[in-house]
């Protein structure tokens, strides 16, 4: 669904760029999460005192808080994931959240920018099994007994491949639902300020929704740590 | 956060998103049935077969959940 104004679009379109932006609203975007991203960083990180400015001291909060969950779910051998795991759940969540400004759309309501998320999460747990367990990953796949194996095997793969679709289509599918439930009320009743129930409940579904696929995926993280069962 | 709230909010999450996965697993073992028929020419065999499989995907993991809360 085409936005009526996209602020960044005319923007693009202004320095004669407008034919690539038309198809690629979410990578624009995406550009623009990942600017406020930056810039956020920078102002907590500029200069770290004892007693924390205001930017330092929301992002002490929340990445401490972040960091103790995580820690809560995969044990302390899994800490060192906690960066990656981070910058999803920071990127999702204002990737959702960028989307109840007028004129902005969030990336994360088309399917190109969650699956990529889904797949480097996805990728990376493998990365995990076998940084932990060597070649004997391949038991994870195998079940218990060899004679299961034929009947194991595709099961797993299956259930893998459910994984990367889960994760992306969860996403996807809640933003961009969003997003056209606003659109149709805002046709239908924009006058009366009928949006304006979904766009409350819109904050509560970008921090749910960044929350699950965090989570998910920290709970991924641990599966490929653990032994095979 | 406290650390009953932390549970509760991570089972919540983990068995809302239980659903989702066997419904996906059922249907990702349908089209990879659908699609290898297509390639090898044995219409209803491959399409049963991996159906079967997908659905027993989805059930392992209704499986795995109940493993995990009989652990918690």
Redesign the interface.
């Known amino acids: 669904m085409e936005h009526p104004y996209l602020f960044f679009v005319k923007l693009f379109e202004a320095i004669g760029l407008g034919h690539f932006v038309h198809g690629n609203v979410h990578v624009v975007y995406m550009w623009v999460v990942m600017a406020i991203l930056i810039l956020l960083g920078w102002l907590a990180g500029k200069n770290t005192q004892l007693v924390p400015e205001p930017v330092q001291n929301v992002f002490e909060v929340l990445v401490s808080g972040l960091e103790e969950f995580m820690v809560g779910i995969t044990g302390e051998e899994g800490r060192w994931l906690f960066p990656l795991a981070a910058s999803i759940f920071l990127f999702v969540f204002l990737g959702n959240l960028i989307g109840l400004v007028p004129g902005f759309f969030p990336p994360t309501a088309s399917l190109n920018t969650t699956a990529a998320l889904a797949l480097v999460t996805v990728v990376f747990t493998h990365v995990i099994g076998i940084k932990y367990h060597g070649a004997k990953y391949y038991k994870h796949f195998m079940g218990p007994v060899w004679w299961m194996v034929p009947i194991i095997l595709p099961i797993e793969l299956i259930g893998h491949a459910a994984r990367i679709l889960s994760l992306s289509f969860r996403l996807f599918g809640n933003m961009m639902g969003h997003e056209l439930v606003l659109g149709i009320l805002f046709a239908l009743a924009g006058a009366f300020f009928a949006p304006l129930p979904i766009m409350a409940l819109g904050i509560f579904v970008a921090l749910v929704q960044a929350f699950v696929f965090f989570l998910l995926s920290v709970m991924y993280f641990t599966g490929a740590m653990e032994h095979a069962h | 956060?406290k650390?009953e709230t932390?549970k509760t909010?991570?089972e919540l999450?983990?068995y809302?998103?239980l659903g989702?996965?066997v419904a996906?697993?059922i249907f990702?073992?349908l089209f990879?049935g659908i699609w290898l028929d297509g390639k090898f020419d044995t219409k209803p065999v491959l399409t049963m077969l991996?159906l079967g499989?997908?659905i027993?995907?989805?059930f392992?993991?209704l499986l795995m959940a109940a493993k995990r809360s009989r652990k918690l």
């Open positions: 956060m650390k932390s909010i991570r999450a983990y809302s998103s989702l996965s996906l697993s990702i073992g990879i991996f499989l997908g027993a995907a989805g392992r993991n």
